[in-house]
């Protein structure tokens, strides 16, 4: 099972966690984080995201990200599934999941993949209003939650 998962078509929660722990008699606790397409966003309704990305170097990027957080967190798993395409509003997005021995660092772990995939995985992000489809903005928030970690981003302007 890869570690990292860029795919069009959706993903089962239960069939990742399964495989994910699978053999692995060590595991204490399985984390999970599923992103979904928000109906509402900056006050305007959302129909649909459209998500592009560069094959090859997005998976690469988020390898990176996974190999930091076994550098800084005691896990024995990890698997990243990103969606992209087109996406309605309450699809599921992202997966992220963390197996360890305990569940402190499984929920950190967890975390900060997720802060990282915010600000640093090469991904486009179109959103569809009722005013019409535009492009998502890097969120000051997200530099700040990667910021706690050590790691600076600035990618919001």
Request: aromatic share 8%; proline share 2%; with cysteine.
């Amino acid at each position: 099972m890869s570690r990292v998962c860029i795919q069009t078509e959706d993903f089962d929660l239960g069939h990742e966690t399964l495989a994910l722990r699978a053999d692995d008699g060590g595991v204490g606790a399985v984390v999970a984080f599923v992103g979904t397409v928000r109906e509402h966003s900056a006050g305007e309704q959302v129909s649909a995201m459209e998500l592009e990305h560069y094959p090859g170097m997005t998976e690469a990027a988020i390898e990176a990200m996974v190999d930091d957080a076994f550098a800084r967190f005691d896990i024995r798993a990890a698997r990243v599934i990103h969606r992209v395409g087109r996406l309605e509003a309450r699809d599921q997005i992202v997966l992220v999941l963390v197996s360890s021995a305990h569940r402190g660092q499984a929920f950190q772990a967890c975390e900060f993949l997720m802060d990282y995939l915010k600000t640093q995985a090469p991904f486009w992000k179109k959103e569809h209003t009722p005013a019409g489809a535009h492009w998502v903005d890097a969120r000051v928030a997200d530099d700040e939650a990667l910021a706690r970690w050590g790691i600076v981003a600035g990618n919001a302007a």
